[in-house]
């Protein structure tokens, strides 16, 4: 546990180091590749040990190449990238599961409407899973029938797990799944926008999820900046002439105003909307949604009382209890049962947690007329007043992203 919680940091403390975009200089070859070394070391040591012990630094391991790979791109030869791997092998339930999975099409694809979220790797407060432990959850996933995940280009070396993962897939296993992920933009970008700036970085997903990215969801920092119209674009005219790296592209963390400014001005440019979701917080707490399209203890104290939260609670009980299902599958399931929803993405700590059997019962109820009156009359107020007061709180959805930037 020391040496995955070890593992772990030196994925965050990379991933810092990515984000601050140093300068390539030697010194910082020098020292990335001196751990790289290092680390090299250690695995042959554990290879070499009879029996040989399991390496416990495989996830450091590749987030260092990416690294060295992303700031040295001319020494990227130099970095084994990718290693000889065995294919997974796949309980043969898993596409009879797959098959069964309720699902909603997104473009040319249907993907289940439960998604795995990788928010949870990306730093080690939420603890770290070995590079083995992690590979296991998602397989267990996968062969459960949750075979769509949800990344994003800064949730730490998420790609980089799924990516391995996935190919090492049958192409029949490989097929049945859904990567989705992210290319969030927290700050102005070199303009005019060209198609090879965009390309670049859709390229740079494709590197690292080691494959094509089934839905490209894109985050803007500032609708000021009406440059993003012009990347929506090339994004989505990517999909027609690449589309071997990405399929679909959807949004993130859209308010209702700018879905609409930019189905309009896609319409406009391509002739059609070409996004095909906005992925954006949804909850029994935070149900802003409803009003127009349209983090945690703070989100409740936003919607409510903590008296309330608990009374909400003891509704949710009550017809959990009713329908012989988790607290938590009533939350998913009022979620999954509003009109406009078309997934929910459930936060998975890989290797550490795992809630695929009791999640996979969303699935097996409906919430009823009379269920969904008690939990809106606390959840929504008896007039929808916690909607309105929330808007006004907190803005339309995303708002509160763009605030932290
Ligand atoms: N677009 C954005 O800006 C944005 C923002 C936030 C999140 N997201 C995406 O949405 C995903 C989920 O959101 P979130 O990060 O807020 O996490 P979340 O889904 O609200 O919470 C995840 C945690 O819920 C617990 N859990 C899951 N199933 C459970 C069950 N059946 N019973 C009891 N507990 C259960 C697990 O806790 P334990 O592990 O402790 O058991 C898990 O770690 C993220 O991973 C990410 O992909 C996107």
Redesign the pocket.
């Known amino acids: 546990m020391l040496l995955a919680k070890f593992d772990g940091d030196v994925v965050q403390a990379i991933q810092a180091l990515k984000e601050s975009g140093p300068e390539p200089n030697p010194e910082l070859l020098g020292s990335a590749d001196g751990l790289l070394a290092d680390l090299g070391n250690c695995r042959s040591y554990c290879e070499e040990c009879r029996p040989p012990l399991p390496f416990p630094f495989a996830r450091a391991t590749r987030q260092v190449k990416d690294v060295l790979t992303i700031l040295f791109p001319e020494h990227a030869g130099a970095v084994n990238t990718t290693t000889q791997e065995n294919e997974l092998a796949v309980s043969n339930k898993a596409p009879e599961r797959f098959l069964a999975m309720e699902k909603v099409w997104l473009g040319s694809s249907g993907a289940p409407r439960l998604f795995n979220?990788?928010?949870?790797v990306s730093s080690p407060s939420w603890g770290s899973g070995s590079a083995q432990s992690q590979e296991a959850a998602l397989l267990h996933a996968v062969e459960h029938g949750l075979t769509a995940t949800?990344m994003a280009d800064h949730y730490g070396d998420a790609e980089l797990i799924y990516g391995d993962f996935r190919s090492k897939l049958a192409p029949e296993i490989r097929s049945t799944t859904y990567a989705a992920t992210k290319w969030c933009i927290f700050s102005p970008v070199p303009e005019p926008i060209t198609t090879t700036f965009v390309l670049n970085a859709v390229r740079e997903r494709c590197r690292r999820l080691r494959g094509r990215v089934d839905l490209l969801q894109f985050h803007w920092y500032d609708y000021e900046d009406k440059a993003y119209l012009n990347v929506l674009a090339e994004l989505v005219r990517i999909t027609k002439s690449h589309p071997e790296l990405v399929s679909a592209i959807g949004l993130?963390?859209f308010d209702s105003e700018h879905v609409e400014e930019s189905c309009k001005y896609l319409i406009a440019e391509t002739g059609s909307v070409g996004i095909v979701s906005n992925?954006i917080?949804f909850s029994l707490v935070d149900a802003r949604p409803l009003r127009k399209m349209t983090r945690y203890f703070d989100m409740i104290l936003s919607w409510g009382t903590w008296k309330e939260f608990q009374a909400l609670l003891e509704s949710l009980s009550t017809t959990a209890h009713k329908h012989g299902v988790?607290l938590?599958n009533v939350a998913t399931r009022w979620v999954l049962q509003q009109p406009a929803v078309g997934a929910v993405?459930?936060?998975?700590?890989l290797g550490?947690?795992d809630?695929v059997a009791?999640?996979l019962k969303v699935f097996e109820f409906e919430l009823d007329d009379s269920d969904m009156y008690n939990i809106n009359r606390i959840a929504l107020g008896s007039s929808r007043q916690k909607v309105t007061t929330l808007f006004d709180k907190l803005g339309d959805c995303g708002n509160e992203?763009r605030k932290m930037h």
């Open positions: 979220g990788l928010w949870q949800d993130c963390n992925q917080q988790s938590t993405i459930v936060g998975t700590r550490i947690s809630h009791e999640n992203y």
